[in-house]
């Protein structure tokens, strides 16, 4: 079956940076793309971004694409995601989702449908 | 900047039906936007439950149905149950990348 399990928490500084990982199995890795989406305490969801592991193509917010990095390793079925920068307010839940169709170029091909378990992000000082 | 739109919370009994809505800053919400409807419960990661507007997943219970409605994309809960107490995203795709709606707390009273 598929499952993604993401990293462990993490506690950054400000300014610092955070690689989280979300380590997949149970389908073809490079078949499907993921997405990135996170929580702050108490708040709503947002969409950080999509990357194909099948091409490589990405895709992020604008109000985070200068500090983001999506990549994934298929020699391990893992995607990563890395923030840098960090603020007070990118504390928050970080989930990884599996896209339920397969060969999408863009992220609006096939909605994410398998998630991670998420990881906490806490920055402070 | 973009923003999506839902009502903050709504209350339904057990066995009604209520109908949450998406509305989109920039203006009517059509198909193209490729709404997306998640549930989410406390502790719990997101759970997708309707894709394209109305696609539904093997998992979504029958009762929910997606749809568009006056400009705004529509979530309906028929038949409502004590499970569906939960938190609902909607999200819509704006050329390149999805922006989360609000999101609606629904209580089931």
């Known amino acids: 079956q598929v499952q993604l399990v993401q990293s462990g928490a993490e506690v950054k500084k400000p300014g610092a940076s955070v690689k989280l990982s979300c380590k997949t199995s149970g389908y073809t890795f490079t078949n499907y793309g993921i997405t990135w989406v996170r929580q702050a305490p108490g708040q709503g969801l947002e969409w950080m971004g999509w990357?194909?592991?099948?091409?490589?193509?990405?895709n992020h917010a604008q109000n985070l694409q200068d500090r983001v990095t999506m990549t994934t390793d298929t020699s391990t079925s893992t995607a990563y995601m890395e923030l840098r920068s960090l603020r007070s307010d990118d504390t928050a839940i970080y989930f990884c989702?599996?896209?339920?169709?397969?060969?999408?170029?863009?992220?609006?091909?096939?909605?994410?449908?398998?998630w991670g378990q998420g990881t906490l992000v806490t920055v402070s000082s | 900047q973009t923003v999506v739109t839902q009502e903050p919370s709504l209350t339904v009994s057990p066995g009604g039906t209520v109908t949450l809505t998406c509305a989109s800053s920039t203006g009517a919400v059509t198909s193209s936007y490729y709404p997306n409807w998640i549930q989410q419960k406390p502790g719990q990661p997101p759970r997708t439950l309707i894709y394209s507007t109305t696609i539904k997943f093997s998992w979504t219970p029958a009762r929910f149905s997606g749809s568009l409605l006056g400009g705004k994309a529509a979530l309906t809960l028929s038949g409502v149950q004590p499970e569906d107490e939960a938190e609902y995203y909607c999200l819509l795709y704006y050329g390149g990348a999805y922006v989360c709606g609000s999101g609606t707390k629904v209580s089931v009273l």
């Open positions: 989702a599996r896209d339920w169709g397969a060969y999408c170029s863009r992220p609006s091909c096939t909605p994410a449908a398998y």
């Open positions: 990357i194909s592991a099948y091409n490589g193509n990405t």
